[in-house]
């Protein structure tokens, strides 16, 4: 069982940065690919971005390619997501997610779900 705890969420101005935190329990994160994803208010939960179990790989949605920068500290068990240049947009629940298959975490299919942060971005 992996339990996922997020935290760095809050309220920022349009171009503020924040850095969100995914703590994991286990001794098995460094087996487990990461992923974030946004939920905005009233609509699905996206995927934002992923990282590989060794850190190799990462993946992003467009939307926030050249803003957000995924990294794992696999020492610590935590899994960050750094936010720049935030807009509007960008407000809404974050959820850390965990999978041996980076390919589910993709789909929107992970063993592990957080239990999301609040980001919130005025104008």
């Known amino acids: 069982q992996v339990q996922l705890v997020e935290s760095g969420g809050g309220l920022v101005q349009a171009g503020g940065s924040l850095r969100l935190s995914c703590a994991t329990s286990g001794r098995t994160f460094r087996t487990y690919a990461m992923g974030w994803f946004h939920q905005a208010p009233g609509k699905e939960r996206e995927f934002v971005s992923l990282?590989?179990?060794?850190?190799?790989?990462?993946n992003y949605a467009d939307s926030v390619k050249g803003r957000f920068t995924i990294s794992r500290d696999n020492g610590k068990n935590t899994v960050y997501l750094q936010m720049n240049s935030l807009k509007p947009e960008d407000t809404g629940v974050y959820y850390c997610a965990a999978d041996g298959s980076s390919a589910r975490i993709r789909d929107k299919r992970p063993d592990y779900w957080g239990q999301g942060t609040q980001v919130t971005v005025s104008s």
């Open positions: 990282i590989t179990w060794s850190g190799g790989t990462t």
